[in-house]
């Protein structure tokens, strides 16, 4: 099967089973709100975010695409996104896919990680404003406060934390990890490092699997939540002598780094459920490597100077996004409310700075989303 022929069955299966997007998609080709400006999108360039943007397009405009990261680029989305008359730029030719969407000049963007944000900003550009939905993003926003124009902030509202990375993270991770590893879970020790939104599912999900979960974590308050949801709490370096399976779900650049990677006993594995891939040192696993080995798709193991190996899934990349597996739902009502948003954005006088995404179109979308799941069968 070629790769387009891949996707569109999997944007048939999405439309059978939960087609939450397709309403908005018909609200948005009557009513027009990107008529007459140029949109920039960067985001995970999935079959997920294909279904997205399949509806967006609909709402008129100009609209350009690149891709956040190579490792998480599907080559059918990209065709596929080609065949709609889409400028799409993954970053792997001569020009950078976010210097691309620059050059446009977008007057509204979708963002992950507020790195076409930042762009705009480094290049002068004043935008009619823009989506974020990462919490690495939102953090890089901040430090780049003031801003000329607004930002929705849509990841710390209701709904994204509690489906999308609590739910939709981690019942995606495990089964990667055991189409990658062959491992089941049960009686093996995991610890997860990072407890929030995202840290929380997977420790959740890794537990209901049958494995012993630690977690690490340096903020007190959401330490204490992770003691009273049951698990055990410590601090990563002890923990990481004893762990077999390790994942980092923090947003922060090298949580596993030299120092936590040296103390790692022999057979540990590694992986991410973050947003970007440098959660994990992989460089510096790659230069102090005595020998390197290709053990599978998207598994490579590292054997150290006396012999210790520890084995990293998708190149440090999330695991989750990469392998694209679970239900799509979570991710699909997220990507709910990142259209609801920027139609909000097309649409509204707001001001510049952070916005905190509205109540009511959290509620929309919701309501959006039961209607699909409570919707009497047959019907």
Same mark, same amino acid.
């Given at each position: 099967m070629?790769d387009t022929?891949? /996707?569109s069955?999997?944007?048939?299966?999405?439309?059978?089973?939960?087609?939450?997007?397709?309403?908005?998609?018909?609200?948005?080709?009557?009513?027009?709100?990107?008529?007459?400006?140029?949109?920039?999108?960067?985001?995970?360039?999935?079959?997920?975010?294909?279904a997205?943007?399949?509806?967006?397009?609909?709402?008129?405009?100009?609209? &350009?695409? @690149?891709?956040?990261?190579?490792?998480?680029?599907?080559?059918?989305?990209?065709?596929?996104?080609r065949?709609l008359?889409?400028?799409?730029?993954?970053?792997?030719?001569?020009?950078?896919? /976010?210097?691309?969407?620059?050059?446009?000049?977008?007057?509204?963007f979708a963002?992950?990680?507020?790195?076409?944000g930042?762009?705009?900003?480094d =290049?002068g550009?004043?935008p009619?404003? !823009? &989506?974020?939905?990462? %919490?690495?993003?939102v953090?890089?926003l901040?430090?780049?406060l003031?801003?000329?124009?607004?930002?929705?902030?849509?990841? =710390?509202?209701r709904?994204?934390?509690?489906i999308?990375s %609590?739910?939709?993270v !981690?019942?995606?991770?495990w089964?990667?990890?055991?189409?990658?590893t062959?491992?089941h879970? @049960?009686?093996?020790? /995991?610890?997860v490092?990072?407890?929030?939104?995202?840290?929380?599912g997977?420790?959740?999900?890794?537990?209901? $699997? !049958? $494995?012993?979960?630690?977690?690490?974590? *340096? =903020?007190?308050?959401? %330490?204490?939540?992770?003691?009273?949801?049951?698990?055990?709490?410590?601090? $990563? &370096?002890?923990?990481?002598?004893r762990?077999?399976?390790?994942v980092?779900?923090? #947003?922060?650049?090298n949580?596993?780094g030299p120092?936590e990677?040296?103390?790692?006993?022999? #057979?540990?594995?590694?992986?991410?459920?973050?947003?970007?891939?440098?959660e994990?040192?992989?460089?510096?696993?790659?230069?102090?490597a005595?020998?390197?080995?290709?053990?599978?798709?998207?598994?490579?193991?590292?054997?150290?100077?006396? !012999?210790?190996?520890?084995?990293? *899934?998708?190149d440090?990349?999330?695991l989750?996004i990469?392998?694209?597996?679970? @239900?799509?739902?979570?991710?699909?009502?997220?990507?709910?409310?990142l259209?609801?948003?920027?139609?909000?954005? $097309?649409?509204?006088?707001?001001?510049?700075?952070?916005?905190?995404?509205p109540?009511?179109?959290?509620?929309?979308?919701?309501?959006?989303?039961?209607?699909?799941?409570?919707?009497?069968?047959?019907?």
């Amino acid at each position: 099967m070629s790769d387009t022929a891949r /996707v569109s069955a999997e944007l048939a299966r999405i439309d059978a089973f939960f087609p939450v997007l397709q309403g908005l998609g018909t609200r948005w080709a009557a009513s027009r709100p990107f008529e007459g400006l140029t949109v920039g999108v960067h985001l995970h360039l999935t079959t997920i975010t294909l279904a997205l943007i399949r509806e967006l397009v609909l709402g008129g405009g100009r609209w &350009v695409v @690149s891709a956040a990261n190579p490792a998480t680029t599907d080559p059918g989305v990209v065709e596929y996104l080609r065949t709609l008359d889409l400028e799409v730029h993954t970053g792997r030719g001569s020009r950078d896919g /976010v210097a691309a969407t620059v050059a446009a000049e977008p007057m509204l963007f979708a963002d992950v990680g507020f790195r076409l944000g930042s762009a705009l900003l480094d =290049d002068g550009q004043c935008p009619r404003g !823009g &989506v974020e939905i990462t %919490r690495s993003g939102v953090s890089v926003l901040r430090d780049r406060l003031p801003l000329p124009f607004p930002v929705l902030n849509i990841n =710390d509202g209701r709904l994204k934390p509690a489906i999308e990375s %609590r739910r939709g993270v !981690g019942e995606g991770l495990w089964p990667a990890f055991t189409q990658l590893t062959g491992q089941h879970l @049960s009686g093996r020790m /995991v610890l997860v490092v990072g407890y929030g939104p995202v840290g929380a599912g997977v420790a959740s999900f890794a537990r209901a $699997a !049958g $494995a012993t979960v630690e977690v690490a974590e *340096l =903020d007190p308050v959401r %330490r204490l939540v992770a003691h009273y949801d049951g698990l055990a709490t410590t601090d $990563a &370096v002890p923990a990481l002598k004893r762990a077999r399976i390790v994942v980092t779900a923090t #947003g922060r650049q090298n949580t596993l780094g030299p120092a936590e990677l040296a103390c790692m006993p022999d #057979g540990s594995i590694v992986l991410s459920a973050g947003h970007g891939g440098d959660e994990i040192d992989v460089a510096w696993l790659r230069n102090n490597a005595t020998t390197v080995d290709q053990i599978g798709a998207r598994v490579v193991r590292y054997t150290l100077p006396g !012999g210790r190996r520890v084995t990293v *899934l998708a190149d440090g990349h999330p695991l989750n996004i990469v392998s694209n597996l679970g @239900s799509p739902e979570p991710v699909l009502l997220h990507f709910l409310l990142l259209g609801l948003g920027l139609e909000y954005v $097309a649409r509204k006088e707001l001001d510049a700075g952070e916005v905190a995404v509205p109540a009511a179109l959290e509620e929309e979308a919701a309501r959006l989303a039961l209607g699909v799941i409570e919707r009497p069968l047959g019907a």
